[in-house]
């Protein structure tokens, strides 16, 4: 299991390019990310390469910041991928609380990134042949 990072943060400039260079600076690579708003205020998420240094790194700064669990089965790239493994989810019983998803560069895959309660999701996965981001 992988873990990204969830920020908490104001929603004004440079919010993100403080982040951005706080990675930068640590030598930790950005994968891939989400941002939501709500208003004032808004969440980003980020899956880093090294994200328990960008941790320590936000933490030293001041900045509300949580490492989260995360599973990213890889589907194909493809009309129906997504539905194809959110059906199979549903079927397990398996509630998704969050997610977003990176195409791999040079293949016909996807990566999705998915947070849940679900202690058992990752162990559903494997049960139902998914494999998974190593990158």
Request: charged share 25%; hydrophobic share 45%; net charge negative.
């Amino acid at each position: 299991m992988r873990e990204h990072l969830s920020i908490f943060m104001e929603n004004k400039p440079g919010m993100l390019e403080r982040l951005t260079r706080l990675f930068s600076e640590s030598k930790v690579n950005i994968i891939a990310f989400s941002i939501a708003s709500g208003g004032e205020f808004g969440v980003a998420k980020f899956l880093l390469d090294q994200p328990k240094i960008a941790y320590a790194a936000l933490k030293k700064e001041g900045i509300a910041a949580s490492l989260r669990p995360v599973v990213i089965p890889i589907i194909q790239e493809k009309i129906g991928g997504l539905h194809e493994l959110l059906l199979f989810l549903r079927e397990q019983g398996i509630n998704i609380e969050d997610s977003y998803g990176f195409l791999l560069k040079g293949e016909s895959k996807a990566a999705v990134v998915l947070e849940s309660k679900e202690e058992r999701l990752e162990e559903v996965l494997i049960e139902g042949g998914y494999e998974f981001f190593k990158g």
